[in-house]
């Protein structure tokens, strides 16, 4: 099980150790995962809203550049071939998007101490 690490920003590209290759494994490899934080690993508003937007939509607009972006594409194409999904660019991304939705798991731990 990872645990989150702190990440900073660097124009609209987003670098972290634990959240990207957690979508990845979810999304691309349809794994379950967990991707475990605390209360204190919570550095800024901005990674707060990031687990938000997995929460609500199963995605992090801008974590992935374009080149990964295909790349996960590229990958999931066979995959969503097989299943019956469309296999436009469209059709592979909401597959990527509802298997990250269906396999990541994200637990949020605080302490009683205040």
């Given at each position: 099980m990872d645990r989150a690490q702190d990440?900073?920003?660097a124009g609209h590209r987003k670098h972290d150790a634990g959240l990207a290759p957690r979508l990845l494994i979810a999304g691309v490899?349809?794994?379950?995962t967990v991707f475990l934080l605390t209360d204190t690993q919570i550095k800024s508003e901005t990674f707060l809203e990031d687990i938000n937007n997995i929460l609500n939509t199963g995605e992090v607009p801008g974590l992935f550049e374009m080149d990964e972006r295909e790349k996960i594409l590229s990958d999931l194409r066979q995959v969503a071939r097989e299943k019956g999904q469309s296999e436009d660019r469209d059709g592979i991304n909401q597959f990527f998007?509802?298997?990250v939705r269906d396999n990541l798991h994200i637990v949020f731990a605080t302490s009683p101490v205040g």
């Open positions: 990440f900073e920003r490899e349809g794994k379950n998007v509802n298997r």
